[in-house]
């Protein structure tokens, strides 16, 4: 994956002829972040919206929580390994692998409607956690390395938008197909799941769409990779370094609670607060206030400030203000539950503050989370190592996740969880702040990054120690 088909070395910031000016170039940057944020409206986007909402759309959250659970806890595991796993085998096999999985696991909550089995459930969610896994390591390296350095935020913008189309348009899927149901229905019908099912095989297929690093060049002529050779043992060092890294270790409490939340938002306000068909309704919105929140402060982390450093803190900031505001109007809303299940078309003025609320949550979420990926994506530009972080990344905040679903299937209060998701989000943000003013150096230097290299040098032996020395130091520098 690390050289081209004579064996020769592909550096990131080497200069090679743009086959053409156009920005809508198949091996742009662009088309390839706008590629992998369709596969994951179809994928993830799809699953978002399932799990949106609540009890994976079971009138009983338990066998979804258990199925969650198993979910996250191979996920925490595969999520950490991805990143290795994709420098190994390239997008293609990565990203199909993760994909396929996912058509899997809402064919399980298909069969659950019909015979109440929850094993089926459970293990084709431990499968999926193997997917997704890889899945979110090859997104995480493609949406933070291919871009510009100057246009980071902008494209996980993108990204985001596109992906979070997936779950607007996944919880149309219920709306529409469950609105004339009575409003005591608690469990979704046969189409719901069958269409997404088909939305995530479409998916699955566009994945090999996806080039591979070393052949997408940007608008200046360079490519996104200075990968040498990758090999089992490498990445097995390379991992397990992450865990006495300074700066992974400072993204601990924003990796862990990034997905911790969900459990309270989708559990005990969208399923326990409103009617079935309510709650599709709710996910478009909330799924729709991601896109506008990922647009918001990729702005910000782009164009705010001409400092790059400074656009970072002001980005982080202004996540922390809003979440410490919606927050504590979950609070309020806690403290102030309305005495009846709540719908969109007959609930009056009283559907308005949950509603607001919930919305509210769908942008918070897409502003951490690209909060975060900006974070990651400033510490290094090369494929290689920021599949490395993202999978870190994607692998801890599954261990969250997993402990929050456990968590609420062990039937702990509404109010302790929101307080549990607000002190853990809070804690976050100066450990981020610190990593920004420790590791983002300013545009300027960054310009400096760009290396025209005459000729690419011949690796000799990919098993030497001499190489694999050379790969780690070029591999493991601090933020460039």
């Not at 809402?106 to 409607?113: C, E, H, I, K, P």
Request: a neutral charge; hydrophobic letters at 45%; charged letters at 10%.
């Amino acid at each position: 994956m690390g050289s081209d088909p004579n064996g020769n070395n592909q550096e990131s910031g080497t200069q090679i002829p743009a086959s053409s000016s156009s920005i809508f170039r198949y091996n742009s940057p662009l088309v390839q972040v706008i590629l992998i944020g369709l596969v994951s409206f179809c994928c993830p986007g799809m699953f978002n919206a399932l799990s949106g909402m609540g009890g994976g759309g079971q009138v009983n959250s338990t066998a979804a929580n258990n199925s969650l659970t198993a979910l996250y806890t191979t996920f925490a595991i595969f999520g950490i390994l991805g990143g290795g796993i994709y420098n190994l085998l390239g997008p293609h096999l990565t990203l199909f692998a993760g994909c396929s999985t996912y058509v899997l696991y809402a064919g399980s909550f298909l069969y659950y409607n019909h015979y109440q089995h929850q094993a089926f459930a459970i293990v084709s969610g431990a499968i999926l956690g193997v997917g997704a896994g890889l899945l979110w390591a090859a997104e995480g390296a493609i949406m933070t390395s291919y871009p510009p350095v100057n246009r980071k935020g902008t494209y996980i913008s993108i990204f985001w938008s596109i992906f979070n189309m997936g779950g607007v348009i996944g919880g149309l899927i219920p709306f529409i197909l469950n609105y004339h149901r009575s409003d005591t229905a608690a469990s979704v019908n046969d189409g719901t799941y069958i269409g997404f099912m088909a939305f995530m095989s479409v998916g699955t297929v566009l994945s090999l769409a996806i080039l591979p690093a070393r052949k997408v060049v940007r608008d200046d002529g360079t490519r996104c990779t200075n990968m040498l050779y990758s090999n089992v043992g490498t990445e097995a060092v390379e991992i397990a370094k992450l865990f006495y890294n300074w700066k992974m270790l400072l993204m601990v409490p924003a990796s862990w609670c990034s997905n911790f939340f969900y459990t309270y938002q989708f559990n005990h306000v969208n399923k326990t607060m409103f009617t079935l068909r309510t709650r599709g309704l709710n996910n478009v919105f909330y799924w729709g206030a991601q896109m506008l929140g990922s647009v918001g402060i990729g702005y910000v982390m782009d164009f705010s400030f001409k400092s790059r450093r400074k656009r970072g803190l002001v980005g982080i900031l202004v996540v922390s203000f809003l979440g410490t505001g919606i927050w504590a109007g979950a609070l309020a809303n806690q403290i102030k539950t309305p005495p009846k299940v709540l719908d969109f078309k007959d609930s009056g003025d009283s559907f308005a503050g949950p509603f607001v609320l919930y919305f509210s949550f769908g942008l918070l979420d897409a502003m951490f989370q690209s909060m975060v990926y900006w974070v990651i994506g400033a510490l290094a530009n090369d494929s290689e190592v920021l599949s490395r972080y993202t999978g870190f990344y994607k692998g801890i905040q599954s261990a969250g996740a997993a402990v929050a679903w456990q968590i609420d299937n062990h039937n702990v209060s509404s109010k302790t969880q929101l307080t549990v998701n607000w002190i853990l989000t809070t804690i976050s943000y100066p450990m981020l702040l610190v990593l920004v003013l420790m590791t983002v150096k300013e545009d300027k230097g960054e310009e400096q990054e760009v290396v025209v290299v005459e000729e690419p040098v011949k690796q000799v032996a990919p098993s030497s120690a001499d190489n694999i020395n050379n790969h780690h130091s070029n591999n493991g520098s601090d933020a460039k």
